[in-house]
């Protein structure tokens, strides 16, 4: 038993002696006030009750007052008050009468006070002092007799009202052992809710510290990322006007979009690849370095021949063993080359089209049902490639499927590409400059409290 747990006893006992501290007071009190009152005295004998009455009072008072008990063990013995008690209640026995005093019912309460605090031993003892002092007043008592009957009867009653203290005793030792069973457990059910909370501290903190470090190391990704795309600078150089809208799923992006010129062709890309976040931003640094690769350092031209190219150079970077157990990873993308000096566009796409406006309305530029990268056959992938005039002042818009994939709206449903396609189309009253912000606000709007589902990548261009 803890030391918290035995104080928690010793206060219970202190209490029951505090208790029966307050009903020995009253009982003296309240037996002076019938022996005024009531008590036909013996002369001989009133100088004794008053002695009995004031030391009674007394006793009580200071035991009630300076509770002695706490600091002398002399005051919880057992014996000393089946002694004190008994001896005090056989004196008032004989100065209130002998054994025609009403007050021998004292010596039931006596007995059944001893048996409430104490074993059963201890109140076997007290039980058996108590009948040989009552008989020893009835044995010196020379008033007139009792019936035999009636004195058994009422020493009889001094071990049943010890019986009887004794049950109430266990009662009362019952519920204390089941509130401290009851007080064991919450104590120990509290450690461990301690110590629990204490381990979620020590990890939450761990936790934080780590994701503190893989934000921090995410955010610098970022930085990086956003470097190698074309800024507004660059766009305007090569274009008329141009708009983009960029909305990563997770802090980096699996989208990515590309531009370069030379000469007199300029090149544009917009490239979707497997994944999003910290997956999806790799392979997109490597769609970027294969892009610079195939056209800046091969110095390919045709847009269908690029794409060729990169599926190969993917598919040798990622070491594919053209099983069913390689890694589907790949990149969708549309490609446009412009050539100023001829005046037409070549596009060519991987899973991935685009749109194309003139004065005649919108044309959408189709693309090969094909993905770089991915599982392949071994064989080499042929992408279509779409040629077409432009003037000064057509459009060109290409995008990622992270838009038309979207879930919102009222019923929570995707957006679909036609309707991606109608809301570019009823933009074309407008300056390019407006067609970002006015798509990434439709989506914003129509998202609503959705989780985004995915990458969008729109690049708007003027030629």
Same mark, same amino acid.
């Given at each position: 038993m803890s030391n918290a747990q035995n104080d928690a006893v010793k206060e219970k006992l202190h209490n029951a002696e505090r208790h029966i501290a307050v009903l020995r007071l009253l009982f003296s009190a309240f037996s002076a006030v019938v022996y005024y009152l009531f008590i036909d005295a013996d002369p001989r004998y009133v100088p004794l009750a008053y002695t009995i009455i004031f030391a009674g009072l007394s006793y009580c008072m200071f035991v009630l007052v300076a509770e002695p008990y706490r600091h002398y063990a002399l005051f919880r013995s057992s014996y000393f008050t089946a002694i004190a008690d008994g001896l005090t209640t056989a004196l008032w026995i004989i100065a209130t009468g002998w054994m025609s005093s009403p007050f021998y019912l004292i010596l039931y309460l006596s007995i059944i006070s001893v048996a409430a605090r104490f074993s059963a031993i201890e109140t076997g003892v007290a039980t058996i002092f108590y009948l040989l002092l009552y008989a020893f007043i009835f044995m010196y008592d020379d008033g007139p007799r009792l019936e035999v009957a009636?004195?058994?009867?009422?020493?009889?009653?001094? /071990?049943?009202?010890?019986? #009887?203290?004794?049950? $109430?005793?266990?009662?009362?030792?019952?519920? %204390?052992?089941?509130?401290?069973?009851?007080?064991?457990?919450e104590t120990e059910l509290q450690k461990v809710n301690e110590e629990l909370e204490q381990?979620?501290?020590?990890?939450?903190?761990?936790?934080?510290?780590?994701?503190?470090?893989?934000?921090?190391?995410?955010?610098?990704a970022n930085r990086i990322q956003n470097a190698i795309l /074309?800024?507004?600078?660059? #766009?305007?150089?090569? $274009?008329?006007?141009?708009?983009?809208?960029? %909305?990563?799923?997770?802090?980096?992006?699996?989208?990515?979009?590309?531009?370069?010129?030379?000469?007199?062709?300029?090149?544009?890309?917009?490239?979707?690849?497997?994944?999003?976040?910290?997956?999806g931003a790799l392979m997109s640094m490597i769609g970027n370095n294969l892009l610079n690769q195939v056209i800046i350092e091969h110095h390919e031209t045709e847009p269908g021949r690029i794409l060729t190219e990169m599926d190969r150079e993917l598919d040798r970077l990622l070491k594919r063993d053209r099983t069913i157990n390689s890694i589907n990873d790949g990149m969708d993308m549309s490609l446009c080359v412009i050539d100023r000096k001829q005046g037409v566009i070549s596009f060519a796409g991987a899973q991935q089209s685009g749109l194309f406006i003139n004065s005649d309305g919108m044309t959408e530029l189709d693309s090969t049902k094909l993905t770089i990268g991915g599982l392949s056959t071994g064989e080499t992938k042929r992408f279509k490639v779409s040629t077409l005039p432009f003037a000064p002042g057509n459009r060109l818009y290409l995008?990622?499927?992270?838009?038309?994939?979207?879930?919102?709206?009222?019923?929570?449903?995707?957006?679909?590409?036609?309707?991606v396609v109608s809301l570019i189309g009823s933009l074309q009253s407008r300056p390019l400059a407006e067609h970002g912000p006015e798509l990434q606000a439709e989506f914003v709007q129509w998202k609503g409290q959705e989780m985004q589902m995915d990458d969008v990548t729109i690049v708007c261009v003027e030629l």
């Open positions: 009636e004195l058994i009867t009422r020493m009889g009653f001094i /071990p049943l009202a010890g019986i #009887l203290g004794m049950y $109430f005793s266990n009662e009362i030792m019952d519920q %204390l052992r089941d509130k401290l069973k009851i007080a064991r457990a381990r979620v501290q020590e990890r939450t903190a761990e936790l934080q510290v780590m994701h503190d470090d893989i934000t921090d190391s995410i955010n610098y /074309p800024d507004q600078k660059e #766009l305007a150089d090569f $274009f008329t006007a141009s708009s983009v809208v960029y %909305l990563p799923k997770d802090i980096i992006s699996g989208d990515f979009y590309w531009s370069y010129r030379r000469g007199d062709l300029t090149y544009v890309a917009v490239v979707d690849c497997t994944g999003h976040g910290v997956p995008l990622s499927d992270g838009f038309q994939d979207q879930f919102g709206g009222p019923q929570g449903k995707k957006f679909y590409r036609k309707n």
